[in-house]
């Protein structure tokens, strides 16, 4: 079993909606919690940054962590087609920088 | 400016040959890493690099050796490449080995095939 679940989708959702992404993960040690974006054939790009528990929101992008159930997830409001990309949870622990990736979700948001 | 660049962007091989990759970072970072990235998209880290120390080494096989001659360069040379090794190699860099902040940013990738 991975450290970190990802369901790779493809998530196929008109302009304008609602997305949610969420991640699972194993290790209790995992205190930071980001989300990457990645374009094709580009690298991934960090797109929020939370430590431990709590929401976080920037612009149309919320990010949610509950560590007690070690589920996190990443909601995008007003989806657009430009949001069409492969999405990557990642974590680590406080002791090293490395992350530990989900396999990533690829989100095609249709005009 | 790019802030982390790899060269080549694209590499085509034969079975058993030596390969390089290079990588590079203008962001004054410390600690540099190398990620495999396979055909369904997952991450995985190879190595991580602190001020030229070698700090991370996962369970790579033995071709595969990474060199970094200053903070802010991290090689990867690999031998007699097999069919397997085909994946997108991914530099990254960041500041510091752990704790607050301090998060990865990523070159835009060297994809290998191995024929």
């Known amino acids: 079993q991975k450290e970190v679940e990802q369901d790779p989708g493809p998530l196929s959702v008109p302009e304008g909606a609602i997305v949610s992404l969420n991640c699972t993960y194993s290790n209790s040690a995992f205190q930071y919690f980001m989300w990457y974006r990645q374009y094709s054939r580009k690298g991934p790009e960090l797109l929020m940054y939370?430590?431990?528990?709590g929401n976080k929101e920037d612009g149309r992008f919320t990010a949610q962590v509950d560590k007690s159930s070690k589920y996190i997830s990443l909601f995008i409001r007003d989806s657009q087609p430009s949001d069409s990309a492969t999405y990557l949870c990642a974590m680590r622990s406080t002791g090293r920088r490395a992350l530990t990736f989900g396999s990533g979700t690829r989100l095609q948001v249709q005009p | 400016d790019t802030a982390v660049s790899q060269t080549p962007k694209y590499l085509v091989t034969q079975m058993g040959n030596d390969k390089s990759i290079k990588c590079e970072q203008n962001l004054g970072h410390d600690t540099m890493y190398w990620y495999k990235q396979d055909s369904k998209k997952f991450l995985k880290i190879m190595f991580s690099?602190?001020?030229?120390?070698?700090?991370i080494n996962e369970t790579v096989p033995n071709r595969f050796s990474p060199k970094s001659p200053d903070k802010a360069h991290l090689n990867l040379h690999i031998n007699s490449l097999e069919l397997g090794d085909s994946a997108v190699y991914f530099c990254?860099?960041?500041?510091?080995?752990?704790?607050?902040?301090?998060?990865?940013?990523f070159g835009e990738g060297s994809r290998l095939t191995v024929l």
């Open positions: 939370t430590y431990s528990s």
């Open positions: 690099y602190n001020n030229k120390e070698l700090i």
């Open positions: 990254a860099s960041s500041q510091g080995r752990g704790g607050a902040g301090g998060e990865l940013f």
